[in-house]
């Protein structure tokens, strides 16, 4: 992964959650449209709306979004959105990591024993009962 820092070219916005870098056409990252995007799909937000935030039309969205397919090299949103964050173009932000971390029962929640949900029922072929003097016992 490269250092996206360092570079000159390189910008980054915060979108949804997620920290998108972006660039020129000819640097090797992707438009700020396409990061935009990019963050909306990863935040788990549909095409339509990601339009709606952006202020366009659907049919808009899907062009970015299948050109940003086409330089992912890849078919889907998941898969995008994986490779995305494999070249460092996005990231999640830390402020929900150290909002985490900083949870004193995140342990007692990781291992919490398994509830029972059925209670064991046994059922008996011979009907006795012996407090009303049944004449089967």
Not at 50 to 74: C, D, F, M, N, Q
Not at 99 to 115: C, K, L, Q, Y
């Amino acid at each position: 992964m490269q250092n996206l820092k360092s570079e000159p070219y390189a910008e980054f916005i915060s979108l949804s959650g997620w920290c998108c870098y972006y660039g020129s056409r000819n640097s090797g990252l992707p438009t700020r449209v396409q990061a935009q995007v990019a963050a909306g799909l990863a935040a788990g937000l549909t095409q339509k709306e990601i339009a709606k935030i952006r202020g366009v039309s659907p049919a808009s969205i899907r062009t970015v979004a299948e050109a940003l397919y086409w330089h992912l090299g890849t078919y889907k949103a998941a898969g995008a959105v994986a490779e995305a964050m494999r070249r460092g173009w996005i990231a999640p932000l830390l402020i929900a990591l150290l909002v985490s971390g900083i949870n004193a029962d995140t342990e007692a929640m990781r291992n919490r024993p398994p509830a029972r949900t059925r209670q064991q029922v046994s059922a008996s072929r011979n009907v006795s009962r012996r407090d009303v003097g049944s004449v089967y016992s």
